[in-house]
T-cell receptor
Framework: EPEVTQTPSHQVTQMGQEVILRCVPI?????FYWYRQILGQKVEFLVS????????KSEIFDDQFSVERPDGSNFTLKIRSTKLEDSAMYFC??????????????FGAGTRLSVL | AQKITQTQPGMFVQEKEAVTLDCTYD???????LFWYKQPSSGEMIFLIY??????QNATEGRYSLNFQKARKSANLVISASQLGDSAMYFC????????????FGTGTRLQVTL
């Protein structure tokens, strides 16, 4: 069964460092998303991406964040200068399309980011 | 703006019993979708079931069913014949009408299945 793959599963970094979180969405999917979940809290939307551009972003997704689809398979989230409050689980998700049932978003296993 | 409310922070159910996890939502969109995801202790988010706002029948997927009451704006998840492996966090989420259809999540319900 196709799945969304995220690497690494756990990333530890020092405050102020840049990190890149990687995702391989399901191959025929067209819509890509990043969400984050601070420990013990609900899942929050960061950004959606379609047709090689950002479709929507939340207030959390400030200038420190960027996304890229560098090739036909990878989808990355970059945090330029990490802060302590960026520590969270980051989920990548993808969906085939917008109409039902294509709008179901399938999630990866997440990358746990720890900023020290 | 969309809002999802899950009022049960924790629930207990005995193995083989049925359990209902509550979810209410608020939206001004006419077309929307409601989702339930399971998050085990390992952390991944597993899609369980989907209900579209115009679906006339309640959605079912194996032991999962969604009790959709549009007038009440509720989308409760019913798990029948609970198993120990059902112990997890359960999130209700909503997708509205939008270009890329982001999901808005509730705060979740932690379900513990006991012997």
């Amino acid at each position: 069964e196709p799945e969304v793959t995220q690497t690494p599963s756990h990333q530890v970094t020092q405050m102020g460092q840049e990190v890149i979180l990687r995702c391989v969405p399901i191959s025929n999917h067209l819509y890509f998303y990043w969400y984050r979940q601070i420990l013990g809290q609900k899942v929050e939307f960061l950004v959606s991406f379609y047709n090689n551009e950002i479709s929507e972003k939340s207030e959390i997704f400030d200038d420190q964040f960027s996304v890229e689809r560098p090739d036909g398979s990878n989808f990355t989230l970059k945090i330029r200068s990490t802060k302590l409050e960026d520590s969270a689980m980051y989920f990548c998700a993808s969906s085939e399309g917008l109409g039902r049932p294509k709008n179901i978003q399938y999630f990866g296993a997440g990358t746990r980011l720890s900023v020290l | 703006a969309q809002k999802i409310t899950q009022t049960q922070p924790g629930m207990f159910v005995q193995e083989k019993e049925a359990v209902t996890l509550d979810c209410t939502y608020d939206t001004s969109d006419q077309s929307y979708g409601l989702f339930w995801y399971k998050q085990p202790s390992s952390g991944e988010m597993i899609f369980l079931i989907y209900q579209g706002s115009y679906d006339e029948q309640n959605a079912t997927e194996g032991r999962y069913s969604l009790n959709f009451q549009k007038a009440r704006k509720s989308a409760n998840l019913v798990i029948s014949a609970s198993q120990l492996g059902d112990s997890a966090m359960y999130f209700c989420a909503m997708r509205g009408t939008g270009t890329a259809s982001k999901l808005t999540f509730g705060t979740g319900t932690r379900l513990q299945v006991t012997l």
